[in-house]
């Protein structure tokens, strides 16, 4: 036993011989490189340090200086490649690792720039520059929390004498994870220890104005400026400090200074956008958000930027060709994706706002609001199962948002699970008690589950929290009409009546209360003015149950809305939900085709029209029809086709108010 430790030992000590003589160099070559790389010739001592190996092809230290040699011409990848001998041939020194991380940084690889670090501090583990360096590496992958731990550790193994800028970089990423507060009290210690450092006065002053203190914020960056007259980044944030203040002129300025100092980078342009952007000048932000484009194309925060202003003033293809543009740039970046996945969205393009939302969650997984966009992009694409699959997650991620569970419900009520809609919409109530609809829905769940006389309730108090809705009132006097409560509900109705806001709501709300008094109605027409001024009757659906009328009617408020924002295509993905349930329902191939006509799209208005005169061919949704057609024909140039839908309106329609005006029109295009 006592001879193998003393076998033990001596190939230990031979080891460790090795491997301090292997760190060791005194050839005139290696003496040579250390003198020229100290003078800053680092070719010269590139060429010194290859000579030397090849006399001690596994001297360690040769190699480090070979890597710093190669580091000083910024050949990274050369660097790396020294260092890593250093290392092979001699695993125990720290500052080789160390040295690694440093290059792999300058070359992009963070991943093995980190793993280097944490190397060189399990070799020395209270080397507080070691702890540093990791936590910048995870400062730069936005590990805020991780890369706070070793800005503290460093601090810690520092002892008496921290190094100021050791403070700095804790208050940066104290500010990053919002504790402003300690931000402030880490920049005031750095610069304790180093009174003339301009960095650390913008960025304390910066801190300041994140609380909204711009006395103080001001002061810190005036400061700064004072150290460094030079730098553009202190007018930035001094302009930022004027435009929290409301001092227009005085921000404006800043700007312009920073864009004087800057010429060349993109940064100072995107500022000077911002702030016309909060001023509302959009014009003056776009062109800002261009030239700060121009100047750096790469950087995806200014397309982002650009997208959100375009999207402020309703020029949404080229808000989505600047989103795309960000999302090129910065792939993985979870907020561009999401945001092109919203604005996808929005124009009905469910499939292309799937896709983008499942990437935002590839990179950020945890966040619920993706997973709740996700979940609503699927319901409206109709695949409700996978809705639901993405609103469970939202939930268990965030279980305090309200309209996580009512979209949860929505969904379990679209597959007639009431009983767990009910569940969830109750839950929604108990979080945001304020909310009408989520009583609305309730009451619909409850109805439609055949409890009738327990919606009667969240229905009026969905009407008690907003009096002004349509379908509230009317759902409510059907639930009540239900229950044989027939004078409180002609009363709900009457209000509904009242409330209607398209001719299809105030014709089906007639039909129900004359039904109720026992009237006979005759199906009066609905209206709706198409592209010329003519109107469009719509037949009653017939052979559709309780649940598919509400559905439709609710399908045409929506419809409604969209338009009322110039939303079309959300509007047709309306219409087309009703067609689902109403093959033949003339009103929504109508209003679907006026869409669009909005949207310049005449070929789908024009097949859509054409189904229109089919299901009616001569009726007074026939003649709205051809004449809106006539009117599309013109605008594309197509006379002949113009004068056939002209004459086929006064065919059927020859005592039209505007005849004589059709005939004149047809006559001059017959020329």
């Known amino acids: 036993m006592l001879a193998s430790r003393i076998l033990f030992f001596i190939i230990l000590f031979s080891l460790l011989s090795s491997a301090i003589s292997l760190s060791k160099a005194d050839s005139p070559d290696y003496l040579k490189g250390i003198d020229c790389y100290k003078k800053g010739r680092y070719e010269e001592a590139v060429k010194s340090f290859l000579s030397a190996l090849k006399k001690e092809p596994h001297n360690a230290e040769?190699?480090?200086?070979?890597?710093?040699?190669?580091?000083?011409?910024?050949?990274?990848?050369?660097?790396?490649?020294?260092?890593?001998k250093a290392i092979d041939c001699n695993p125990a020194n720290g500052s080789y690792y160390y040295n690694l991380g440093i290059a792999c940084e300058k070359a992009g690889d963070l991943e093995l720039a980190r793993s280097s670090y944490e190397e060189a501090i399990t070799l020395y583990p209270g080397d507080p520059d070691f702890h540093n360096r990791l936590g910048g590496v995870y400062y730069r992958l936005k590990d805020w929390q991780k890369a706070l731990e070793e800005y503290t550790m460093a601090i810690n193994y520092s002892g008496k004498n921290p190094k100021a800028y050791f403070y700095y970089n804790q208050g940066r990423t104290f500010d990053k994870l919002g504790y402003t507060d300690k931000a402030i009290e880490a920049y005031s210690r750095a610069i304790n220890l180093k009174k003339n450092d301009s960095?650390?006065?913008?960025?304390?002053?910066?801190?300041?104005?994140?609380?909204?203190?711009?006395?103080?914020?001001?002061?810190?960056?005036?400061?700064?400026?004072?150290?460094?007259?030079?730098s553009f980044l202190f007018y930035t944030g001094l302009g930022q400090v004027y435009q929290a203040m409301g001092e227009k002129d005085m921000a404006r300025a800043s700007?312009?200074?920073?864009?004087?100092?800057?010429?060349?980078?993109?940064?100072?342009?995107?500022?000077?956008?911002?702030?016309?952007?909060?001023?509302?000048?959009?014009?003056?932000?776009?062109?800002?958000?261009?030239?700060?484009?121009?100047?750096?194309?790469?950087?995806?925060?200014?397309?982002?930027?650009?997208?959100?202003?375009?999207?402020?003033?309703?020029?949404?293809?080229?808000?989505?060709?600047?989103?795309?543009?960000?999302?090129?740039?910065?792939?993985?970046?979870?907020?561009?994706?999401?945001?092109?996945?919203?604005?996808?969205?929005?124009?009905?393009?469910?499939?292309?706002?799937?896709?983008?939302?499942?990437?935002?969650?590839?990179?950020?997984?945890?966040?619920?609001?993706?997973?709740?966009?996700?979940?609503?992009?699927?319901?409206?694409?109709?695949?409700?199962?996978?809705?639901?699959?993405?609103?469970?997650?939202?939930?268990?991620?965030?279980?305090?948002?309200?309209?996580?569970?009512?979209?949860?419900?929505?969904?379990?009520?679209?597959?007639?699970?009431?009983?767990?809609?009910?569940?969830?919409?109750?839950?929604?109530?108990?979080?945001?008690?304020?909310?009408?609809?989520?009583?609305?829905?309730?009451?619909?769940?409850?109805?439609f589950s055949g409890d009738f006389k327990n919606s009667i309730d969240p229905y009026k108090k969905a009407v008690s929290l907003?009096?002004?809705?349509?379908?509230?009132?009317?759902?409510?006097?059907?639930?009540?009409?239900k229950l044989g409560l027939i004078e409180e509900g002609l009363m709900s109705l009457e209000n509904a009546r009242k409330l209607a806001g398209n001719d299809k709501q105030l014709e089906d709300i007639n039909n129900i209360i004359a039904k109720i008094k026992g009237e006979n109605p005759s199906i009066t027409p609905s209206v709706t003015p198409g592209p010329g001024f003519t109107q469009t009757p719509v037949p009653a659906a017939t052979a559709l149950s309780d649940e598919d009328k509400m559905t439709i009617l609710q399908s045409f408020d929506h419809a409604a809305e969209?338009?009322?924002?110039?939303?079309?295509?959300?509007?047709?993905?309306?219409?087309?939900?009703?067609?689902?349930?109403?093959?033949?329902?003339?009103?929504?191939?109508?209003?679907?085709?006026?869409?669009?006509?909005?949207?310049?799209?005449?070929?789908?208005?024009?097949?859509?029209?054409?189904?229109?005169?089919?299901?009616?061919?001569?009726?007074?949704?026939?003649?709205?029809?051809?004449?809106?057609?006539?009117?599309?024909?013109?605008?594309?140039?197509?006379?002949?086709?113009?004068i056939k839908e002209f004459e086929l309106y006064l065919q059927i329609n020859p005592d039209a108010d505007d005849a004589d005006e059709v005939l004149a029109k047809i006559k001059e295009l017959k020329r």
Not at 602 to 631: C, P, R
């Open 62 to 84: 040769i190699y480090n200086y070979l890597g710093r040699a190669y580091y000083g011409l910024e050949n990274y990848k050369e660097s790396i490649q020294a260092y890593k």
């Open 255 to 447: 700007f312009k200074k920073s864009i004087e100092l800057a010429q060349k980078e993109g940064a100072p342009h995107y500022h000077l956008a911002n702030f016309y952007k909060d001023i509302k000048l959009y014009n003056e932000a776009i062109a800002e958000y261009q030239k700060a484009i121009d100047l750096d194309p790469h950087n995806g925060s200014y397309y982002y930027a650009l997208g959100e202003v375009l999207s402020l003033i309703n020029q949404m293809d080229k808000a989505l060709v600047a989103y795309k543009e960000a999302v090129i740039k910065d792939p993985k970046n979870p907020v561009y994706l999401n945001k092109l996945g919203s604005i996808y969205y929005k124009t009905g393009d469910w499939q292309n706002a799937i896709e983008n939302y499942r990437n935002s969650i590839k990179y950020y997984p945890e966040d619920a609001y993706l997973h709740y966009n996700l979940g609503r992009a699927y319901q409206e694409n109709n695949q409700t199962e996978r809705a639901i699959e993405q609103y469970r997650k939202a939930i268990s991620l965030n279980g305090k948002n309200a309209d996580f569970y009512n979209y949860l419900g929505i969904s379990l009520y679209e597959k007639r699970e009431y009983k767990e809609a009910i569940d969830n919409f109750n839950k929604a109530i108990k979080l945001a008690p304020d909310r009408a609809i989520f009583y609305y829905n309730l009451g619909n769940a409850l109805y």
């Open 562 to 642: 969209f338009e009322k924002n110039k939303k079309w295509d959300m509007a047709i993905f309306q219409y087309k939900k009703i067609l689902k349930l109403d093959k033949d329902n003339i009103l929504a191939y109508h209003r679907m085709a006026i869409d669009y006509y909005r949207q310049k799209k005449y070929d789908d208005a024009i097949k859509n029209f054409n189904k229109v005169i089919e299901l009616d061919s001569k009726g007074k949704a026939a003649i709205a029809a051809h004449y809106s057609l006539a009117n599309i024909y013109l605008l594309i140039g197509n006379k002949d086709n113009a």
């Open 199 to 230: 960095d650390f006065y913008y960025h304390r002053g910066m801190a300041y104005l994140a609380k909204s203190d711009y006395k103080k914020a001001k002061e810190e960056i005036e400061k700064a400026i004072k150290l460094e007259k030079s």
């Open 466 to 481: 907003s009096p002004n809705d349509f379908s509230f009132h009317s759902h409510l006097g059907i639930a009540c009409i």
